[in-house]
């Protein structure tokens, strides 16, 4: 056999130094089912969903974790294996609460879920677990579910690793092991910025958005790519739109520059596109009264005010500031309209403050 070379189902495939079983097999196109696996985060092995069986081993291998070696000879899917994640995934079934996927928001794009219809998985083999926690909803974004929480720790790579936040971690021990935030306090009190990472990374129902349960789920939308209008990184997002509206905004996975990175506003920050409370037209005061205008009545006073102050008293007692929903272009222009137009420095933007 060549170098670098393992066999995985009777097929040849090509791994680098370093790579492991998991990461040979996903270049190759050969799929071996994940949990707890987070790209680029430091493989755990915990939810033991990727096991494998590698020829001359005792016992089944966690394939995220084990180094690809010249010459193994990998089966995926063979009955042992099989059998493992259909016992895995009924362990899973049997801790918490997960009966309930008709009504859950994470239906259609629940990893778990996704498993236990793979293997046929019913549920029901072991008693359930007792929901040790109650849900936490004290915060405005973030609704934490306890009872669907598998544990698998996706979570806490998401916000140590990814986002370099280390709000969360593991607490407690044993059967009372829990996710929890700054000494188990509630998220709003902790150290966490609300930037959703978890929510994106969990792979159930125990993280979503605080609103998720009054809108269509994932699985119910049209997804459109666009550009974060927040500031000027660019940042990916997919949009997760029905009827018009966006209910949703995930980070878009593998694009540059956030690869599937977002911040609080980027995810979160969305509803003042489709508020009542959005002006249409231009308003201009009247007695204490605003009114509705045309842009060239709006734009004209705005001209006679500015021209008027500057005369007056010099260009410096005129400041702007742009918005950070602004494209690069707007603040561009922005600067230099104060700068070679009004003839002052005095121009700012939001997003630095």
């Known amino acids: 056999m060549s170098e670098n070379l393992m066999v995985i189902n009777g097929r040849e495939v090509p791994f680098s130094p370093g790579q492991t079983i998991l990461e040979a097999a996903v270049a190759a196109g050969i799929d071996i089912p994940t949990l707890c696996h987070l790209k680029e985060t430091t493989p755990t092995g915990a939810c033991r969903v990727c096991v494998v069986e590698v020829e001359g081993a005792r016992s089944l291998m966690t394939a995220c974790t084990v180094p690809a070696t010249k010459g193994m000879v990998v089966r995926t899917e063979s009955p042992m294996v099989i059998q493992s994640r259909k016992t895995i995934v009924e362990l899973m079934l049997s801790s918490g609460r997960h009966d309930d996927c008709l009504v ?53 790579q998401a916000c140590r690793e990814v986002q370099v936040n280390d709000a969360i971690d593991f607490g407690y021990r044993g059967a009372k092991t829990k996710i929890i935030a700054k000494g ?41 790519r666009t550009t974060c209008p927040y500031c000027g990184v660019g940042c990916q997002q997919t949009l997760h739109v029905k009827n018009g509206k966006i209910v949703q905004v995930t980070a878009t996975e593998n694009a540059e520059p956030n690869q599937g990175r977002l911040c609080v506003k980027g995810r979160f920050g969305y509803d003042f596109i489709s508020s009542n409370e959005r002006l249409k037209t231009p308003l201009i005061k009247k007695d204490g009264v605003f009114h509705e205008a045309t842009w060239d009545e709006a734009l004209d006073l705005v001209v006679s005010k500015f021209s008027k102050i500057i ?43």
Not at 106 to 122: F, H, P, S
Not at 213 to 221: A, F, G, I, M, S
Not at 316 to 333: F, H, M, T
């Open 184 to 224: 188990d306090m509630a998220l709003k009190d902790s150290d966490c910025v609300f930037c959703g990472q978890c929510i994106q990374a969990c792979p159930t129902g125990a993280l979503v958005p605080k609103d998720a349960y009054q809108k269509p789920r994932l699985c119910e939308t049209e997804q459109i």
């Open 104 to 156: 859950c928001p994470a239906t259609g794009d629940c990893r778990l879920q996704e498993l236990a219809y793979r293997y046929q998985v019913k549920g029901g083999k072991y008693p359930d677990t007792e929901t040790l926690y109650p849900m936490e909803a004290v915060n405005p974004l973030i609704l934490r579910n306890f009872a669907k929480c598998i544990l698998c720790g996706r979570c806490v």
């Open 311 to 353: 005369k007056d008293h010099g260009p410096d007692a005129v400041a702007g500031v742009s918005c950070a929903r602004s494209i690069n272009e707007d603040s561009y222009n922005m600067q230099k309209l104060f700068r070679a137009v009004f003839k002052t420095n005095n121009i700012d933007h939001c997003a630095r403050t």
